[in-house]
């Protein structure tokens, strides 16, 4: 059953609120080790990162809130990675074409995920469980956008800008989340980063 918005009762405005939301958050991801997210408990989190169930009422109305906010902070923080990477690549060098800039990005996204292969497997498919049209579109956005960011050096203007921003984010949300979809435990990562490297190059150079 969809859910409306991401409900925090509570925003960790300290940094002792904000620990013990990330350590609930950090629980629920061990627990997905071991099982599904419909059988995990709210007692069985609040157990594991140390906590009372009043603590975690405080914060969340119920568990799809903190499945919700577990999705937004895990995308986000893959956002924030990929920008700071796009950002050392300019400083270390100027001379990049923009296909090996984009080339160069595009692996270290993949390489990301591969390395939390389980946990983004379990986002693509817990994204299209708790997530409603409104949240799913704030998340969309937020990765365009960084996109855009990653793409301005490089691409002056705004229109072509904004357009290749989105296709950039179709391509890659498209081929990795389906794939893990189908295939959770998929191994040939190398096929996957040639079939988009040469699906962004032949759309780059049309």
Known sequence: MKNPEIQVRRRPRQSRAKRTQEALQESFVRLLHERHAHEITIREITDMAGVGLGTFYEYFSKKEDLVALTIHQHV??????????????????????FEDYLEQIIHFQLERIQARQFLWA??????RQVSNIESYRKSYA????????????????????????LNVQRLCYGFVSQTLLVEPEFKHWHILEQDIQLTLTVWINQ
């Open 76 to 97: 986000k923080g893959n956002a924030e990675l990929l920008k700071s990477y796009a950002q050392s690549l300019m400083e270390l060098s100027t001379k990049l074409s």
């Open 122 to 127: 379990q986002t693509f498919l817990l994204e």
């Open 142 to 165: 937020m990765m365009v956008q960084m996109w855009h960011s990653i793409l301005m050096p490089y691409v002056g203007d705004e229109t072509q800008l904004k357009r290749l921003s």
